[in-house]
């Protein structure tokens, strides 16, 4: 694995893990499905490894928090991918601009520190799993093999100009179909996305080593305390939140 550095200790330390942080919405590009939002705050951390997410609410609404990845983290603000449904979801896809949410974290592992780094990886998404992916390309460059970014309809293209998609009703191509023609032995996989494709990858590469995938949760507390986000593995239950949210294939015996 690749040796932790200050920045990756920085990016696990985010003070009180209760402490909620007022941000604006100062940035959004949106498709009819998804939208790219940034939010600004003073607190906000900017120190964030790929992969790891943050707990987001609006106002005082009564349901949990909900996670998202972090896409871009820097002086002052977070970016965000996500798709227009759900409560906290579609406030920040339509709600006006200066809006305020409240944030905590970050939370879960950089992705990093949970690979080996003597290889490249090919990174495949599909839908908003592509947030980490494009933040885990822009951090660690010299890790990235190829990238394989799938979404269903073409939409999504207005919310991510200038980053190459596979747009399935346009070519009938998914982002695991593309993964044939640029993964070769010695490469790992990173992949972040619907748990379909995620099962279709881990069978296709049954027995391959370095093949990681990021899974997705309710997150309660973020902390691990409130074990909601428990998964199975072949060492006994973890917690996504703590734990992951990379796993190797190797150990979800029940993705395949």
Same mark, same amino acid.
């Given at each position: 694995?690749?040796?932790?550095?200050?920045?990756?200790?920085?990016a696990?330390?985010?003070?009180?893990?209760?402490?909620?942080?007022?941000?604006?919405?100062?940035?959004?590009?949106?498709? *009819?499905?998804?939208? =790219?939002?940034?939010?600004?705050?003073?607190?906000?951390?900017?120190?964030?490894?790929?992969?790891?997410?943050?707990?987001? =609410? #609006?106002?005082?609404?009564? %349901?949990?928090?909900r996670?998202?990845?972090?896409?871009?983290?820097?002086?002052?603000?977070?970016?965000?991918? +996500?798709?227009?449904?759900?409560?906290?979801?579609?406030?920040?896809?339509? %709600?006006?601009?200066?809006?305020?949410?409240?944030?905590?974290?970050? #939370?879960?592992?950089?992705?990093?520190r949970?690979?080996?780094?003597?290889?490249? #990886?090919?990174?495949?998404?599909?839908?908003?799993?592509?947030?980490?992916?494009?933040?885990?390309?822009?951090?660690?460059?010299?890790? +990235?093999?190829?990238?394989?970014?799938?979404?269903?309809t073409?939409?999504?293209? /207005?919310?991510?100009?200038?980053?190459?998609?596979?747009?399935?009703?346009?070519?009938?191509?998914r982002?695991? /179909?593309?993964?044939?023609s640029?993964?070769?032995?010695?490469?790992?996989?990173?992949?972040?996305?619907?748990?379909?494709?995620?099962?279709?990858?881990?069978? *296709?590469?049954?027995?391959?080593?370095?093949? #990681?995938?990021?899974?997705?949760?309710?997150?309660? %507390?973020?902390?691990?305390?409130?074990?909601?986000? =428990? +998964?199975?593995?072949?060492?006994?239950?973890?917690?996504i939140?703590? /734990?992951?949210?990379?796993?190797?294939?190797?150990?979800?015996?029940?993705?395949?």
């Amino acid at each position: 694995m690749e040796k932790e550095t200050n920045a990756d200790r920085a990016a696990t330390q985010s003070g009180s893990p209760f402490s909620w942080i007022e941000a604006r919405l100062v940035e959004r590009t949106r498709s *009819a499905r998804y939208a =790219r939002v940034t939010l600004e705050g003073r607190g906000l951390p900017d120190v964030v490894g790929a992969g790891q997410f943050i707990l987001a =609410r #609006y106002g005082e609404d009564p %349901c949990l928090p909900r996670a998202f990845s972090v896409m871009f983290a820097g002086d002052g603000t977070l970016d965000l991918f +996500v798709k227009s449904e759900g409560r906290v979801r579609e406030k920040l896809s339509t %709600c006006p601009i200066g809006t305020t949410f409240s944030v905590r974290g970050p #939370y879960g592992t950089p992705y990093v520190r949970r690979i080996a780094a003597d290889r490249p #990886y090919v990174l495949v998404a599909g839908g908003s799993g592509i947030a980490p992916m494009l933040f885990f390309a822009e951090q660690h460059p010299t890790l +990235v093999a190829a990238g394989a970014y799938g979404f269903r309809t073409r939409d999504a293209c /207005d919310a991510l100009p200038g980053v190459p998609l596979i747009i399935e009703e346009v070519t009938g191509e998914r982002a695991i /179909d593309r993964v044939d023609s640029l993964w070769k032995r010695g490469l790992g996989i990173l992949a972040c996305g619907p748990e379909p494709m995620l099962r279709a990858l881990a069978s *296709a590469h049954r027995g391959e080593p370095h093949i #990681y995938v990021s899974l997705e949760a309710r997150v309660g %507390c973020g902390i691990g305390t409130c074990l909601g986000c =428990r +998964v199975a593995t072949s060492a006994g239950p973890k917690r996504i939140c703590v /734990d992951g949210p990379l796993f190797s294939a190797e150990e979800l015996t029940w993705l395949t």
